[in-house]
C-alpha cells in the first residue's frame, strides 16, 4: 500500500523493508502510467505464490527496493571513502540521483511475467526497452522537477538510461563523458564488471521473503554493500576482504534460487507454451502483434502489456489451461512414451557460480590475510526437458534428461 502525505510525498509500505519514504519528486515518477503498470507484472512469472504475496512481489515493488538499496550503499560509500572527504563526504548530487532514479526505473520494461516474456517475444531485452519510458517520465511529469537532472541538455537523464544498462559506451555515443573519479556509479545498479549490484542485493531479499516454502539459503549479505567503498582512482568500488565468503554466498543463493524456484520444471513449460500459443493465434493490442510491442513502436500499446491483459488474449486456446496455477504436470520415464509424443521441448540451464562470474573481476581492501577460502558447492546443470500436453486429462507429461 502507498500513502501521500500533504507535502504529495507518498510512503510505501514495503515487505521486505517496512516503511520506504519518497520525496515528492520520485513520488512524481512513481504516480506515472509507465511506473503504475508495474503493479501488473509479477516479480518470477509463472512461479505461484498464495494470492497475498502475489499482490506485493511484483516490479513495482522490487523497483521502490532497488531504489532504497541504491540509497543505502550510496549512504555507506560516502561514510567509508576517505578521499570524499574533500567533497564533505558526499557524492555530487547528480550523481547520487541519477543513481536512484536508475534503481527505480531499471525494470520499466519488462515485459509480461517479467523474464517470462523473454522467451516469448524474440530479442526483447527489457533494459533496451525501458529507455523510451525513462524519457516519455520525463516529458510528462512537471518540468521543474529534477532540474539537476535536465541540465546541460538532459546529461543526467542520459546518464540514467547507461546506468539501467551498465554500459559507460552508451553515455559516450550520446556526447557526453563521466569524470574517471565518478565511474564507480557504474557499479551499483547493473554492474557488468563483476555482476555484484543492489538489483541483486533486493531481488534476493525480496525473493528469501516469499519464497521461504520453496528455498531458504543464507541472506546474511547486507554488510557487502554496506561495508563497501570506492577506490582511490574513483574508477570501481572495493570490498573488504573478510566479506569474501559472503560474496560467495551471494551468488550461491542466486544459484539455489534458480535451482529450486526460478527454472523450476513447471515454469520453464509455462514459459514455452505460452509462446506456442502466441506464435500460433498471434494476438495483438491496438492493432500491434504482442511480440512486436514495446516502448519505442508503441507506447499505448506497451502500457497495456500485462499479465493479466496477455491471459485474457489467449484464453480461449486449448492450451491456455496449462497456464493456470491448478494446472497438473506430471514427471515420467522417457521410455513409457513414443518418441513421436515428446511434442515440445525447453531447457534448464543454471550456470556453476565460479563460471558464471570471475572472481579476480573484484577489487578488495584491507588485510588480504583476511579473506576467507571458499569451496564452490554449486554445479553446472543442462537439463532438457521434453513434454506433451495431454488436454483430454488437463495434464502435461514430461521427462527431464541432461544435455549430452
Known amino acids: ?63 521502490i527496493g532497488t531504489y532504497h538499496a541504491a540509497g543505502l550503499m550510496l549512504d555507506a560509500l560516502e561514510k567509508n571513502t576517505s578521499w570524499l572527504s574533500d567533497n564533505n563526504n558526499t557524492i555530487p548530487p547528480l550523481f547520487r540521483q541519477a543513481v536512484q532514479i536508475a534503481g527505480l526505473v531499471h525494470d520499466i520494461g519488462h515485459g509480461p511475467f517479467s523474464h517470462s516474456w523473454e522467451a516469448v517475444a524474440d530479442h526483447y531485452e527489457h533494459e533496451k526497452v525501458g529507455l523510451p519510458c525513462v524519457d516519455e517520465i520525463f516529458a510528462c511529469i512537471d518540468e521543474k522537477l529534477f ?6 541538455n538532459n546529461y543526467g ?13 552508451k553515455l559516450h555515443k550520446l556526447g557526453f563523458k563521466l569524470s574517471s573519479k565518478f565511474m564507480f556509479i557504474f557499479g551499483i545498479i547493473c554492474n557488468k564488471r563483476n555482476k555484484l549490484d543492489v538489483d541483486k542485493w533486493d531481488y534476493l531479499k525480496r ?41 560467495h554466498s551471494l551468488f550461491a543463493a542466486r544459484w539455489n534460487n534458480h535451482r529450486y524456484c526460478y527454472q523450476l520444471p513447471r515454469n520453464l513449460m509455462r514459459d514455452k507454451i505460452l509462446k506456442l500459443i502466441v506464435d500460433e493465434i498471434k494476438p495483438k493490442i491496438n492493432g500491434h502483434l504482442l511480440k512486436d510491442i514495446d516502448a519505442k513502436n508503441s507506447m499505448t500499446a506497451f502500457l497495456e502489456l500485462t499479465d493479466e491483459n496477455i491471459l485474457s488474449l489467449v484464453e480461449q486456446h486449448p492450451l491456455s489451461i496449462f497456464l493456470k496455477y491448478d494446472a497438473k504436470f506430471e514427471e515420467v520415464k522417457e521410455s513409457s512414451w513414443q518418441v513421436e509424443n515428446w511434442l515440445f521441448q525447453t531447457t534448464i540451464d543454471i550456470p556453476s557460480v565460479t563460471s558464471y562470474i570471475q572472481y579476480d573481476s573484484f577489487d578488495f ?39 549430452e
Open 207 to 247: 525473493d528469501k521473503f516469499y519464497l521461504k516454502h520453496l528455498c531458504n539459503p543464507t541472506m546474511d549479505f547486507d554488510d557487502i554493500f554496506l561495508k563497501a567503498k570506492v577506490s582511490d582512482c574513483g574508477e570501481y568500488i572495493e570490498y573488504r576482504y573478510n566479506d569474501f565468503g559472503k560474496i
Open 147 to 152: 532540474p539537476e537532472l535536465r541540465a546541460n
Open 365 to 403: 581492501y584491507g588485510d588480504a590475510e583476511d579473506k576467507p577460502d571458499v569451496i564452490d558447492e554449486t554445479e553446472t546443470i543442462r537439463h532438457i526437458i521434453k513434454f506433451t500436453c495431454d488436454i483430454s486429462n488437463d495434464k502435461v507429461f514430461y521427462y527431464i534428461k541432461p544435455v
Open 1 to 63: 500500500m502507498d500513502q501521500r502525505s500533504p507535502s504529495e510525498a507518498m510512503v510505501i509500505d514495503d515487505p521486505v523493508y517496512g516503511k520506504i519514504y519518497l520525496p515528492q519528486d520520485v513520488a512524481a515518477i512513481v504516480a506515472t502510467p509507465h511506473f503504475e503498470r508495474l503493479k501488473k507484472i509479477k516479480q518470477l512469472g509463472f512461479l505461484y505464490l498464495d494470492d497475498v504475496k502475489e499482490h506485493t512481489h511484483n516490479r513495482y515493488y522490487h523497483c
Open 157 to 169: 537523464i542520459c546518464l540514467i538510461k547507461a546506468l539501467i544498462t551498465g554500459k559507460m559506451k
